[in-house]
């Protein structure tokens, strides 16, 4: 306002006294805080925004130019506001979905009756009831009914899932047409949700390497038009006999424009925003760093179980071999298979239960990592393993090999047992391709990313699944230690190198990988907090959304790098040239700090799903 008047008054001419009140006040109503920063910065020997734009108002009062100098600081002030704010707005995106999840709960009290309670105050294994249309409230296992849920806010997939006793409800998603009950596993602030919630927060805070390029660039940058400021202000008119006034006037105009407002600003809003563009699609970036890797990446290793497949094998193939009878061969295999978490082994205990096959004690039970495992029944060892076991174990024969090479070119994973003199029996168990692993295979391949399949089944295995859903390598027969060093292998050839898995065998791989992804995040919550990248399901269709959304958020931030340097270098010409008025210079850097934040927030509205 004052600033305003004080144009006023010196455009209709009014006494000059009037108009330097009238600036002065306006420079002290919104400097202030811009002097106290400038100050202790330059107490400090540090040149910053803050001390290049006191030392500019601070001249142009005392040239007397004093609409010039009010409207400086009050639209230098006002960009300033319009950044904090559009900062805001990128982290806000983000804190919008903590609000997803309701405040109140429909809970079973102990007196039978239900009573809907505050969130926050409900405990571990209280029994909340979930009525149609309702959005969960807390994390929990459904112990009774089934529903669709809609589990967008964590995954970034609308369409419902079907769930059912046992299945696990994530705060903040949606019921959509069933009732149904579960128990709480998590307090409210410590969901799924919040925890996706304040990985985005940290990640935010953390800086991305452009980020720290342009810090630097700026530490650098400021003190050198600094220095050709002072040049310009007592170099012409010393040596050339050049107007003071009018040369300190062009060297102020300088420092207005070395402002690198619009520069220091656009690196964090365009990150903050693609990071909360990405945790709307369920896809969880640690840090900017991750998301700035993305585009380079020139490999993409994948598991094969539960990654590329479902994880759900079932039994396909049975014999009893060298004379061993039939039923007593599944008994002693389905007893070790039972005791074990292997998604092969569960294949073979399911089966083992479908046809009700009677399980036998097991002593000394031991898992033998990337083999099988191994126990003793009835006084006598058994293992139950893969090809490798068996041949280390020197129990394998030609005759054997044919059978299992056989079975392993149709996609099938073979393990067999033994004792100590001979192999009782072999089954076959085939797992399912996921449909989205295909197109994620193909989308990948349309980014110029080349995929390899590494795991720890047999390489017929391995290649037959990595031909049915399009990869290029497959490597298979490979233990923990081998995946970590075929990684270190393609980071060798140069180019980034990211790696999905899931299970811990991949986890020494994962962590040597340029960006590691985990899948299905929502359900292991230590998967959001170790991955640099966590998948919140298991689609991985992500993983093209990731690369996509790395891709325009660097070109978004190349783009505003040049227009911020292109802005600051027309009107760096301009001055020289006599043209650039103060004036000028204040409202190029607003503009340009306006663009990029527009742009950066672009983000946003991103869908990369296209
Ligand atoms: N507990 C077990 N029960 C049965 N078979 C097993 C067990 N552990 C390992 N195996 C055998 O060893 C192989 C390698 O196991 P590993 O756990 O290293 O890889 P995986 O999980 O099958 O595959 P991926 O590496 O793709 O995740 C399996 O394919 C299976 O044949
Ligand atoms: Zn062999």
Same mark, same amino acid.
């Given at each position: ?63 007397? !130019? ?28 983000? !804190? ?42 807390? %994390?929990?296992?459904? $112990? ?5 849920? &809609? ?23 949606? &019921?959509? @047409? ?13 969901? *799924? ?30 003190? =050198? ?8 202000? /007592? ?20 420092? =207005? ?8 600003? +656009? ?40 990654? /590329?497949?479902?994880?759900?094998? $079932? !039994? ?21 298979? +039972?005791? @074990? %978490?292997?998604?092969? @082994? ?31 029944? #009835? ?53 399912? $391709? ?6 994620? /295979? ?9 995929? $390899?399949?590494?795991?720890?089944? &047999? ?15 497959? !490597? ?14 393609? /980071?060798?050839?140069? #180019? ?28 292991? #919550? *230590? ?10 399901? %298991? %689609? ?12 325009? *958020? ?23 040239? #006599? ?27 991103? &869908?990369?799903?296209?």
């Amino acid at each position: 306002m004052a600033a305003t008047a004080s144009e006023a008054v010196h455009w209709f001419g009014l006494p000059t006294w009037l108009a330097a009140l009238l600036a002065v006040t306006a420079v002290l109503a919104c400097g202030i805080t811009t002097y106290k920063k400038g100050w202790v910065a330059i107490r400090n020997g540090n040149l910053n925004i803050n001390a290049l734009m006191s030392i500019a108002v601070t001249g142009a009062l005392v040239l007397g !130019q004093w609409p010039e100098a009010a409207m400086v600081m009050v639209l230098f002030t006002v960009a300033e506001l319009i950044e904090a704010k559009s900062l805001d707005r990128a982290r806000n995106a983000i !804190q919008g979905l903590m609000q997803l999840a309701p405040e109140r709960a429909t809970v079973l009290q102990d007196d039978g009756n239900w009573q809907e309670v505050e969130a926050k105050s409900v405990a571990l294994r209280a029994r909340v009831r979930i009525k149609p249309g309702e959005r969960i409230a807390l %994390d929990g296992t459904i $112990v009774s009914g089934r529903s669709a849920i &809609n589990q967008a806010p964590i995954t970034g997939e609308s369409l419902p899932v079907d769930k059912t006793e046992g299945d696990a409800v994530f705060a903040g998603t949606i &019921n959509e @047409s069933g009732s149904f009950e579960y128990v709480v596993t998590a307090a409210a602030d410590d969901s *799924t949700l919040a925890r996706i919630i304040h990985a985005v927060e940290e990640a935010q805070g953390a800086k991305a390497p452009t980020q720290r390029f342009v810090d630097q660039f700026a530490r650098v940058y400021t003190p =050198v038009v600094f220095a050709i400021a002072l040049a310009v202000a /007592i170099l012409p008119p010393l040596l050339m006999g050049g107007a003071w006034f009018d040369w300190v006037y062009k060297a102020l105009v300088l420092l =207005v424009i070395a402002c690198p407002c619009a520069l220091v600003i +656009s690196t964090p809003v365009t990150i903050v925003s693609g990071l909360a563009a990405a945790a709307r699609q369920g896809i969880l970036i640690k840090g900017g760093a991750y998301l700035e890797e993305g585009r380079k990446l020139a490999w993409l290793a994948l598991d094969k179980t539960g990654t /590329i497949t479902h994880g759900k094998p $079932v !039994q396909t193939d049975f014999a009893a071999l060298n004379g061993h009878g039939e039923a007593d061969v599944r008994s002693l295999a389905a007893s070790l298979a +039972s005791r @074990s %978490d292997h998604p092969v @082994s569960r294949a073979l205990a399911t089966a083992a239960q479908q046809d009700g096959i009677a399980l036998q004690n097991v002593d000394a039970f031991e898992a033998l990592p990337g083999r099988g495992s191994k126990g003793l029944i #009835g006084g006598k060892v058994y293992l139950l393993g893969n090809h490798r076991l068996i041949h280390e174990q020197g129990r394998c024969s030609e005759a054997l090999e044919v059978r299992l090479t056989s079975l392993e070119e149709q996609g099938k994973t073979v393990i067999l047992l033994t004792d100590e003199e001979s192999v009782h029996g072999m089954f076959a168990v085939a797992d399912t $391709v996921k449909d989205s692993s295909r197109q994620a /295979i193909a989308e990948l391949h349309a980014l110029g990313i080349k995929t $390899v399949m590494l795991t720890g089944d &047999n390489a017929h295995t391995a290649g037959a699944i990595a031909a049915q859903v399009g990869i290029d390598e497959a !490597q298979g027969d490979m233990l923990p230690e081998d995946k970590l060093k075929a990684i270190e292998g393609k /980071i060798e050839q140069g #180019g980034s190198v990211g790696m999905v898995g899931d299970g811990i065998n991949d986890a020494p791989a994962l962590a040597r990988a340029d960006i590691g992804f985990a899948m299905g995040a929502a359900g292991t #919550g *230590t998967a959001i907090e170790t991955a640099d990248v966590a998948l919140m399901d %298991d %689609d991985l269709r992500k993983l093209p959304r990731f690369v996509r959304l790395s891709r325009r *958020t660097h070109a978004l931030l190349v783009q505003n790098i040049v227009l911020a340097l292109g802005i600051k270098a027309v009107f760096l010409v301009l001055t020289l040239t #006599g043209l650039g008025t103060m004036w000028m210079a204040v409202f190029a850097d607003v503009g340009a700090s306006l663009l990029v934040v527009g742009n950066g927030l672009r983000l946003l509205r991103v &869908n990369s799903s296209r």
